[in-house]
């Protein structure tokens, strides 16, 4: 293995120092380093921008219906994929359970179920003057409390009502009467919104291979069966609007259903490289993954619309950026003209913020007025009776989870997952372990998205020091371009010429673990401590206070990751491989004796990383992640979504990882929950059956160590006292 050249910018003269734990955050203070803690969502959005160059170049030629339908195909092909497919069609169940009288329509409360026991509470707004049957309007809501009480909604849809329009709209989960996380103490969610509901729920689904937009798409497409069944609307005469969350749904729905003739989706639609440049990625429902990678943006929403009438409602001072919306109109434009259907594509921007505001409400009035009623809209708003969120609730008690019960998004994703994982091959021989492992490796490198370093390894040494016993020097190690790492590498004097080394990353960084680094040391291994990328140094800054920092840390960096068709965990891994290829090129380092030993976050990194490089010849995981599967029957989860890879659970699982390690050596110490709660040992042990099988067959069965460890403690230290004992099986 070749090293470039180590550019030494400033040595220490290896003198002689006690180094303390904020000593060791050297790359901020380096003046090229300023921005350390940016490279990585710089890195990533690098990697955006081309995919979203090439798609842009593909996309230039575009300019007649077919190719528009050829990009519907491969939307919709898309997102299906990303859903998990839609749920199967079941009876609706509806009922009416109350009406409210206003003047010239009336309000319908119904309760339907999307899917079995599935419960859907809605509200119906029908014409009561006119002749019908009616042109109606699907209205998925937005975020704003109350769900299908909110102000505006009902002013919008009661306003469409004395406009002779059926008007259907429903409670989104996580509002109204559907909160998934209903809490009867608290008489709230145990969490704080609907979006970390969302996000939540979403990363369970993830790794079960769906989205949590399977259910949220689905509900609408209920909800339109439902509408489309009532005798008072007109089948061949159906619109579609909404603001933000229900901006995003108007323009899902209107994309995969052709049965919606008319849309307008407000405050929702932009384009990623704005985006990217701002906002960054939204809740889960909004961010479909490999999205990018797939070639896919804002306006191939437009071209699955078709040909129909399409109007982008937007904002000045939204917060979702108004150039990218004008960018995608530019775009769609030009394409909608060459296909001879310039009029049927509009754009409207107020000078105002995010809603659904009276100028956007008075454009939309007139576009469905005009495609769907053949008239024109020049009147006003009319005025509209406002009902309490008590009036216009479908359950007894205001809350679907302690009226009727029935399934959530939690019970439903369990059954998936016992409905679609890969039943557990059966390990009774050498032969059936092996191919259990390649199938393992396999997989993992697939869904990881992994890619293995290549090329020269490339690192740059920024001082040198020495305390008594060892040296240590400062790197920076490119794991690859744009991506600097900072590392120690702490070798001990004397003793043999080469000896056994460990690569030691710390979701904390390598400050928080200095006293463990140094116990290693001094039990005879170079260690080498690196931040992967996003820990430690090159950690974002992450708002504080911030609930979805505090739910699922760098959410961003992760939810981008996966738009361009990669995972944290893959990247991070690769990180750790590279890592280990520039201690094998050490000459004070026995290249057949380097382990890896990750804790906290980083030590799934570790373990991934240790399947997808063989020549790792053991780890130690403190602190690691009990399992995936834990996730989804665990109700709420905190801090895993940037361990997550989507669609795991359908092949492996983190104990299946440390299965196929074997025979070689694994110390598991001070598991978490997803919650961050530690198990103990034992209790390990009795849940991870098929890890321990697998080092039985392998005739290693005491190679893999279950470790207690006490609450507060950390193992590190404890680990270097066992090997110096001599009491490991580590490689000789």
Request: proline share 6%.
């Amino acid at each position: 293995m070749k090293l470039a050249p180590a550019l030494c910018l400033f040595a220490l003269s290896c003198t002689c120092f006690a180094q303390k734990p904020g000593d060791l955050d050297f790359l901020t203070r380096i003046g090229e380093f300023r921005s350390v803690r940016t490279t990585l969502s710089e890195y990533l959005k690098t990697e955006a921008m081309r995919l979203i160059g090439k798609r842009e170049a593909a996309v230039a030629s575009l300019s007649s219906a077919a190719g528009m339908e050829r990009r519907r195909d491969l939307l919709r092909r898309t997102v299906l994929g990303v859903l998990g497919g839609l749920p199967e069609r079941t009876p609706l169940n509806a009922r009416v359970v109350g009406t409210l009288e206003r003047s010239g329509y009336r309000i319908e409360k119904v309760i339907f179920e999307s899917q079995p026991r599935f419960y859907v509470t809605a509200n119906l707004y029908i014409p009561t003057r006119g002749t019908p049957p009616f042109p109606a309007i699907l209205y998925p809501l937005g975020h704003e409390p109350g769900g299908k009480a909110y102000p505006v909604w009902q002013q919008m849809l009661g306003s469409l009502a004395q406009k002779g329009f059926v008007a259907l709209t429903w409670d989104p989960l996580g509002q109204g009467e559907r909160s998934q996380f209903y809490d009867p103490d608290w008489q709230d969610s145990k969490l704080p919104g609907s979006t970390v509901e969302h996000t939540v729920l979403g990363t369970q689904c993830l790794l079960i291979g769906d989205h949590i937009a399977r259910y949220t798409i689905f509900d609408g497409l209920r909800a339109l069966d439902y509408l489309i069944s009532r005798k008072e609307v007109d089948p061949s005469r159906i619109g579609c609007t909404g603001n933000s969350g229900g901006g995003t749904h108007t323009t899902y729905l209107s994309a995969l259903d052709d049965r919606i003739q008319a849309a307008a989706p407000s405050c929702y639609i932009s384009s990623w490289r704005r985006m990217l440049e701002s906002l960054g990625p939204q809740d889960a429902e909004q961010v479909f993954p490999f999205w990018l990678a797939n070639g896919l943006d804002y306006p191939d929403f437009l071209y699955s619309f078709g040909l129909k009438p399409f109007l982008i409602l937007s904002a000045i001072r939204d917060f979702f950026p108004i150039d990218g919306a004008r960018e995608t109109f530019a775009e769609a434009q030009r394409v909608f003209t060459a296909a001879g259907a310039a009029e049927k594509l509009a754009f409207f921007d107020a000078d105002d913020g995010h809603g659904y505001t009276e100028p956007r409400r008075m454009r939309a009035y007139n576009w469905f007025r005009r495609w769907l009623q053949k008239t024109d809209d020049s009147g006003s708003e009319p005025r509209v009776e406002l009902s309490t969120a008590e009036e216009l609730n479908c359950t007894e008690t205001g809350q679907v989870a302690t009226a009727l019960g029935g399934e959530t998004v939690y019970t439903l994703n369990i059954k998936r997952l016992e409905q679609r994982r890969a039943k557990p091959p059966r390990l009774e021989t050498a032969a059936d372990l092996e191919r259990q492992r390649e199938n393992v490796r396999g997989a993992a490198r697939e869904l990881s998205r992994y890619e293995p370093p290549a090329g020269q390894i490339r690192f740059r040494n920024y001082g040198v020091a020495s305390e008594p016993g060892y040296r240590m020097e400062k790197i920076v190690l490119d794991t690859e371009p744009g991506l600097p790492l900072p590392a120690l590498l702490m070798a001990p004097e004397g003793g043999r010429a080469r000896k056994p080394a460990i690569i030691f990353a710390d979701g904390e960084g390598k400050a928080a673990a200095w006293e463990h680094l140094r116990a290693l040391v001094r039990a005879g291994f170079v260690v080498l401590a690196i931040d992967l990328r996003g820990m430690g140094e090159t950690r974002p800054e992450l708002p504080r206070g911030d609930n979805f920092a505090h739910y699922f840390g760098d959410h961003d960096n992760a939810m981008t990751a996966l738009l361009i068709g990669k995972t944290m965990i893959g990247m991070r891994a690769r990180d750790v491989v590279r890592a280990f290829a520039f201690l094998a090129a050490r000459p004070e380092v026995e290249p057949a004796s380097i382990l890896g030993f990750g804790r906290g976050a980083a030590a799934s990194a570790v373990l991934y990383a240790a399947i997808f490089e063989p020549r790792i010849s053991g780890v130690a995981l403190e602190g690691m992640l009990e399992s995936y599967e834990s996730i989804v029957r665990n109700r709420i989860h905190r801090q895993v979504l940037e361990q997550i890879v989507p669609g795991a659970l359908l092949r492996f699982d983190l104990p299946d990882l440390v299965g196929a390690l074997a025979p070689r050596p694994v110390w598991i110490a001070a598991a978490r929950t997803p919650l961050g709660q530690q198990i103990s040992a034992a209790a390990l042990r009795r849940s991870w059956t098929r890890p321990l099988e697998a080092y039985r067959i392998s005739g290693a069965a005491a190679a893999l160590h279950f470790v207690e460890v006490k609450p507060g403690e950390s193992f590190a230290a404890g680990y270097a006292g066992l090997l110096t004992l001599g009491k490991a099986d580590l490689p000789k």
